[in-house]
Structure formats: structure tokens, C-alpha cells
């Protein structure tokens, strides 16, 4: 946090501090320099980034879906699962109810893969609201990087929140 900290300036007459990049803070609202630090936390919170364990399943996905994530990251906070599944997961899967399609007819199944499940961070599995918010940043982020052919699973089917898919 201090390397986000240039300077706290007290204006001459004493009615606000002004923070690093120009975010004024009345000085009735500061008790303590505890309650300075965590306004200051929130007010410049760092861009998320992708994790070892999204990392490694972007690795296995299509560059278009790459690309898109890449970009969505930087606005919103999430997720990767998974991206390529083998055969024992996909049909594992199928036992279970947690997709519909055998080995090799998933698009997770392609190699690289065709189809990623992604999740807002922190996991709230019943939280819809979230997955929309979620869904609306990927579709900007294909827009940005001129993809036009990522679905989301809830928009086709009404269910399977976490998929997205490239048409072609």
C-alpha cells in the first residue's frame, strides 16, 4: 500500500487531506490513520489477476477464449475451472449429471479446448446475480478483442452458469 501512498497533503485550511491520485477525504471522516489505510485500500484496489490454478487451465483452452479472459480479468474478478477435460473427467461427469454430453462430444473434449467454465471470485454457486454481472464483462471483453462467437451456457440452456463456448 505505500508504494500507493505518495503523500498526504493537509490543505491551509484544514478541511479535507488530499490522497495520492487526487481523492479528497473530509477530515471530519478521518479519526485515525487505521481508518485513513482501509478507505485508501478500498478506493485503490488492485486490478485481480488469475491465479496458478486458472493459469494452468487457460493453458488448454482455445487463444479466443484466452484473449477474452485475459481482457474480462481486468475489470472483474474471477475464476477459471476448467477448459480441457479427458475423456475419464468428461464421462465422470455424465455419471454425476454435471454435463449431458459423453466423451469426445463435449467442446471441453477439443484439443485445445473449445468451451471453459469460469466462476465469479469469491465461488457463490447460488448467487445469479454475479454470474449476470460476470456474463456482461466477458461479452464486453469480446467485443474489445473481436470475438464474436463466445456463448454463455445459461444463455443457451438456461442452465450451466460456470460454461462458455465458441460456437465455430
Given at each position: 500500500?505505500?508504494?500507493?501512498?505518495?503523500?498526504?497533503?493537509?490543505?491551509?485550511?484544514?478541511?479535507?487531506?488530499?490522497?495520492?491520485?487526487?481523492?479528497?477525504?473530509?477530515?471530519?471522516?478521518?479519526?485515525?490513520?487505521?481508518?485513513?489505510?482501509?478507505?485508501?485500500?478500498?478506493?485503490?484496489?488492485?486490478?485481480?489477476?488469475?491465479?496458478?490454478?486458472?493459469?494452468?487451465?487457460?493453458?488448454t483452452v482455445d487463444i479466443r477464449i484466452s484473449k477474452v479472459l485475459h481482457e474480462a480479468i481486468k475489470h472483474y474478478d474471477f475464476s477459471v475451472l476448467e477448459g480441457h477435460r479427458d475423456e475419464e473427467t468428461q464421462n465422470k461427469?455424465?455419471?454425476?449429471?454435471?454435463?449431458?454430453?459423453?466423451?469426445?462430444?463435449?467442446?471441453?473434449?477439443?484439443?485445445?479446448?473449445?468451451?471453459?467454465?469460469?466462476?465469479?471470485?469469491?465461488?457463490?454457486?447460488?448467487?445469479?446475480?454475479?454470474?449476470?454481472?460476470?456474463?456482461?464483462?466477458?461479452?464486453?471483453?469480446?467485443?474489445?478483442?473481436?470475438?464474436?462467437?463466445?456463448?454463455?451456457?445459461?444463455?443457451?440452456?438456461?442452465?450451466?452458469?460456470?460454461?462458455?463456448?465458441?460456437?465455430?
Amino acid at each position: 500500500m505505500a508504494s500507493c501512498i505518495k503523500e498526504v497533503h493537509i490543505r491551509c485550511r484544514m478541511e479535507s487531506y488530499t490522497l495520492g491520485q487526487g481523492i479528497l477525504i473530509p477530515v471530519k471522516n478521518l479519526f485515525t490513520l487505521k481508518t485513513y489505510q482501509k478507505l485508501l485500500k478500498r478506493k485503490l484496489k488492485q486490478m485481480p489477476s488469475f491465479g496458478n490454478r486458472s493459469l494452468e487451465a487457460l493453458e488448454t483452452v482455445d487463444i479466443r477464449i484466452s484473449k477474452v479472459l485475459h481482457e474480462a480479468i481486468k475489470h472483474y474478478d474471477f475464476s477459471v475451472l476448467e477448459g480441457h477435460r479427458d475423456e475419464e473427467t468428461q464421462n465422470k461427469y455424465v455419471e454425476t449429471g454435471a454435463s449431458k454430453l459423453k466423451f469426445p462430444y463435449s467442446k471441453h473434449n477439443k484439443y485445445p479446448s473449445l468451451a471453459v467454465d469460469i466462476v465469479p471470485y469469491p465461488v457463490d454457486w447460488e448467487n445469479l446475480h454475479r454470474f449476470k454481472e460476470l456474463s456482461k464483462v466477458i461479452k464486453d471483453a469480446c467485443e474489445v478483442v473481436g470475438v464474436d462467437t463466445l456463448s454463455w451456457g445459461y444463455d443457451l440452456w438456461k442452465w450451466d452458469m460456470p460454461h462458455w463456448e465458441l460456437e465455430r
